[in-house]
Nanobody
Framework: QVQLVESGGGLVQAGGSLRLSCAAS????????MAWFRQAPGKEREFVVS????????YYADSVKGRFTISRDNAKNTVYLQMDSLKPEDTAVYYC?????????????????WGQGTQVTVSS
């Protein structure tokens, strides 16, 4: 129903910046919110940030607050993740996700659609 494609991942030095994009297509009208999750090797997938399509309310994980910024372009059905002051611990595969329901935004099980992920590597 909803297809998500991430882009923008890559290799960056600590302290640098990177901008990720997530383009949504299909029945995008059914999606009420988008989010970014990340998963490092050997670790569980963790919530990064979410944004509502209508109104644009955001919620950030403490680990990225003040460094990462989420935004969306409703006309283009695209969500962005601006990552500044990157740290080696930010290294992970970053996934874009969409949900069709309102509620707690931090749980992976509450999201209905997922992208394939894009690798972000931060060198020391």
């Amino acid at each position: 129903q909803v297809q998500l494609v991430e882009s923008g991942g890559g290799l960056v030095q600590a302290g640098g910046s990177l901008r990720l994009s997530c383009a949504a297509s299909g029945r995008t009208f059914s999606s009420v919110a988008m989010a970014w999750f990340r998963q490092a090797p050997g670790k569980e997938r963790e919530f990064v940030v979410s944004i509502l399509w209508s109104g644009g309310s955001t919620y950030y994980a403490d680990s990225v607050k003040g460094r990462f910024t989420i935004s969306r372009d409703n006309a283009k059905n695209t969500v962005y993740l601006q990552m500044d002051s990157l740290k080696p611990e930010d290294t992970a595969v970053y996934y874009c996700a969409a949900r069709t329901t309102y509620g707690v935004v931090t749980r992976t099980d509450d999201y209905d659609y997922w992208g394939q992920g894009t690798q972000v590597t931060v060198s020391s």
